[in-house]
């Protein structure tokens, strides 16, 4: 059995990403991973139509961090991409985020004046929760914050997250806000677009590395053991090395303390004989519909392809843990985390375990910011060894 300095579990862009910093400092790396491909749910891959799709949803790249932007693109160049999404509402199509062009597409001949009200009350370029607006005094502003809740927000969130928007975490929301402003991309990040080559294409080469084992089709499970002294346990040896964990932090544990929740997906791809099925990269249907959200691979990615088109339809439900669900999304809420932090201080008793990603940390991150995180993880573990 070969020795390895460092092991981590999940090849997502978490677990891809100290990989390869603790294999550039030297460090020989055993990256575990229990699905057959690498790149977590950022995976892309081509259908039978001819097609790159995500098979685990739209995955679109933003941040506003450099030092992540100048990392990646070692490993890709760039499309330039700004996603734009644009809401179903009875037919009628306008930005989402809700903006000042949305306001015309909505209230026609009055749009003038509620905007200029709006502009009045917060500023322009401003970004407004929905929680927020609906707490204004103005009645034609609270009218208009109704009118918001009700057609973009209500039914969305029902369906991705079975409560209404107010019962939810109110960060998930402000991720949505109402944006006093012309511009109707979805993110207004200084980085933004989609990895040239798609995202599989990124983690082959960030994988790429002498010092990296990579193990698929392997579960943590079979290749590590947790005792109760706080000692893992590598192929049955004891491994004193840093092992960086991805996966959920409840299954690491067999679940003891209850299960974590989390919302699941079902996906839904339709190729199509068609050039182009709809005008945008992301439709969302806030107000009718069982899905949340139509995306048309070919707008994101930038494949040209005669006559065919793919697109994905979203179904979101509970995670009910049975084999081959896959979590998705934390659900964000004070019991909940409380639940988390048991399972983050048990792993505390092993003194070389790091949970990172964000299923790991129990948290709603973009991949920005799990690059952003893995970089400092690394970092830290870097720096540990030489001190
Ligand atoms: P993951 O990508 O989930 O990787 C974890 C890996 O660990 C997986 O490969 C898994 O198989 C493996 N693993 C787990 N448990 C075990 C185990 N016990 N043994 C072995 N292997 C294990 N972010 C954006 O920035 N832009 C977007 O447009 C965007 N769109 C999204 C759309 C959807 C539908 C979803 C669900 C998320 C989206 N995200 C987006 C978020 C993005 O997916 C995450 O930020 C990113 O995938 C997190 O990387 P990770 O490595 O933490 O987790
Ligand atoms: N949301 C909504 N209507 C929309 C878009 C978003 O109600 O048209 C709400 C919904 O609660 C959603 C949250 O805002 O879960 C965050 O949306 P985002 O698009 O960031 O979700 P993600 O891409 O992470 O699924």
């Known amino acids: 059995m070969a020795n390895f300095d460092a092991v981590i579990v999940g090849a997502g862009f978490a677990g891809a990403t100290v990989a390869r910093q603790l294999a550039e400092a030297g460090k020989t790396v055993l990256l575990v991973e229990g699905r057959d491909h690498i790149g977590g749910n950022a995976y892309d891959h081509t259908d039978a139509a001819g097609v790159l799709v995500h098979q685990y949803g739209p995955h679109i790249f933003h941040t506003q961090h450099k030092r992540v932007y100048d990392y990646l693109s070692r490993f890709t160049a ?18 989402v985020p ?47 914050a109704d009118y918001v809740y009700e057609n973009i927000f209500k039914t969305y969130t029902m369906k991705q ?20 402003s012309r511009d109707d991309r979805y993110f207004q990040d200084p980085y933004q677009g989609m990895p040239l080559d798609g995202y599989t294409a990124l983690f082959e080469k960030l994988l790429d590395h002498p010092n990296i084992t990579l193990r698929l089709n392997t579960d943590a499970q079979e290749a590590l053991t947790f005792t109760q002294v706080g000692t893992i346990l590598l ?14 932090v409840d299954d690491l544990f067999q679940r003891r303390f209850g299960r974590l929740p989390y919302r699941t ?4 791809f339709e190729t199509l004989p068609m050039e182009w099925y709809q005008t945008h990269g992301t439709v969302n249907y806030t107000v009718d519909q069982p899905y949340t959200r139509i995306t048309e691979f070919k707008h994101l990615t930038g494949q040209e392809l005669p006559k065919k088109t793919t697109i994905v339809k979203e179904y979101s439900k509970a995670y009910t843990g049975q084999a081959g669900e896959i979590p998705y999304y934390a659900i964000i809420a004070p019991e909940n985390l409380a639940l988390y932090r048991r399972y983050a201080d048990l792993a505390g008793e092993y003194p070389n375990l790091y949970l990172l990603g964000r299923l790991a940390e129990y948290q709603y991150y973009n991949m920005d910011a799990i690059v952003l995180r893995a970089l400092e993880l690394a970092d830290q573990i870097n720096s540990e060894k030489k001190g």
Do not use: C
């Open 235 to 248: 192929d049955g040896q004891a491994f004193k090395g840093p092992v960086v964990y991805t996966g959920a």
């Open 265 to 268: 997906l079902d996906f839904e």
């Open 161 to 180: 997250w079975g409560q209404r928007p107010e019962d939810i975490d109110p960060a998930t929301t402000a991720r949505v806000p109402v944006f006093l």
């Open 78 to 95: 760039w499309r330039d991409y700004q996603h734009r999404v644009v809401a179903n509402v009875h037919g009628q199509l306008m930005p």
């Open 98 to 144: 809700f903006n000042l062009t949305s306001l015309d597409i909505a209230y026609e001949g009055r749009a003038p004046e509620l905007a200029r009200k709006l502009l009045e009350a917060y500023g322009p370029e401003r970004k407004v929760t929905i929680l927020e607006l609906r707490q204004s005094s103005d009645p034609e502003l609270a009218q208009l």
